[in-house]
């Protein structure tokens, strides 16, 4: 009988260690006060090819474009994890200039962005180009950035504001070959507000923490510039596309088209 006792004393404290246990691991993470680094890999392609400067793409209506040069503007990069919070990163340092040149031996080019809070990211949003509350701030309240804008030439003048996407190549069509192409797309001022956001679902949770730093990879897709929402046609006018009231909006919706997250790397 004590043999008994003993076995069920024994029996009953082990049942109580694994619950208590089970319960310490169903505890949910403490991430108070805790910041990570998350980095956005951006990856410049056309269709499912590698963008490579000087190679001929196929657009749609039998036309064909090749680029020498090619940049792009984000900023309000802000994530919400899955409570639904979100982070913003801060504004004075929350923009950004895509630069090919600037790829790696694969082509990405990095936005690093650190402190941000430690979470279970779901999303990130983020506009290309400059939204108008920036730009109220006046050329002094750009900061750096302004400088730095002009000297990758992404500015027309500070009265016609900043070049959101810059695209200097050539074209073909069926009857004409090799001919320029140019679109400087941007907002006009305040009279034409080109700026446009786009939010990206992550295909699996970012987890941002003290010790892990992921690493987002987005594929932007540079034929959706012309073959996007709407598709349009260098022969009617869109090889040079700069403050037209007609054309920028539609090649700003396009742009907004040609993001997506392809994987997340957790490390």
Same mark, same amino acid.
């Given at each position: 009988m004590k043999f008994l006792k003993y076995t069920f004393a024994l029996l009953a404290c082990a049942i109580f260690t694994a619950c208590s246990s089970d319960d310490d691991n169903n505890q949910p993470e403490d991430l108070t006060g805790q910041t990570g680094v998350i980095t956005l890999k951006y990856?410049?392609?056309?269709?499912?090819?590698?963008?490579?400067?000087?190679?001929?793409?196929n657009k749609s209506n039998s036309e064909s474009f090749k680029l020498d040069n090619l940049k792009y503007m984000i900023s309000n990069v802000r994530c919400t994890d899955t409570n639904g919070n979100i982070f913003e990163y801060p504004t004075e340092d929350n923009?950004?200039?895509?630069?090919?040149?600037?790829?790696?031996?694969? *082509?990405?080019? $990095?936005?690093? @962005?650190? &402190?941000?809070d430690a979470a279970d990211y779901v999303s990130v949003t983020f506009g290309v180009g400059i939204d108008q509350d920036r730009f109220a701030l006046g050329a002094a309240g750009q900061g750096t950035f302004l400088d730095y804008a002009t000297d990758q030439?992404?500015?027309?003048?500070?009265?016609? *504001?900043?070049? $959101?996407?810059? @695209?200097? &190549?050539?074209?073909?069509?069926?009857?004409?070959?090799?001919?320029?192409?140019?679109?400087?797309?941007?907002?006009?001022?305040?009279?034409?507000?080109?700026y446009k956001e786009v939010t990206l679902s992550f295909p699996n949770t970012v987890l941002v923490r003290a010790d892990?730093?992921?690493?987002?990879?987005?594929?932007?897709?540079?034929?959706?510039?012309?073959d996007g929402a709407t598709s349009v046609n260098f022969a009617d006018g869109y090889d040079q596309?700069?403050?037209?009231?007609?054309?920028t909006p539609i090649i700003a919706s396009n742009i907004a088209t040609m993001f997506e997250v392809h994987h997340v790397h957790n490390d």
């Open positions: 990856d410049n392609g056309v269709g499912d090819q590698d963008f490579i400067f000087g190679t001929s793409y923009v950004f200039i895509i630069n090919e040149l600037d790829g790696n031996n694969a *082509g990405e080019i $990095f936005v690093t @962005l650190e &402190g941000v030439g992404m500015m027309w003048s500070w009265a016609s *504001g900043y070049k $959101f996407i810059r @695209l200097d &190549g050539t074209f073909s069509t069926s009857t004409v070959s090799n001919q320029p192409l140019n679109i400087h797309m941007g907002s006009v001022g305040t009279a034409l507000d080109n892990k730093s992921p690493e987002v990879h987005i594929k932007a897709d540079i034929a959706k510039v012309f596309v700069h403050t037209d009231v007609n054309e």
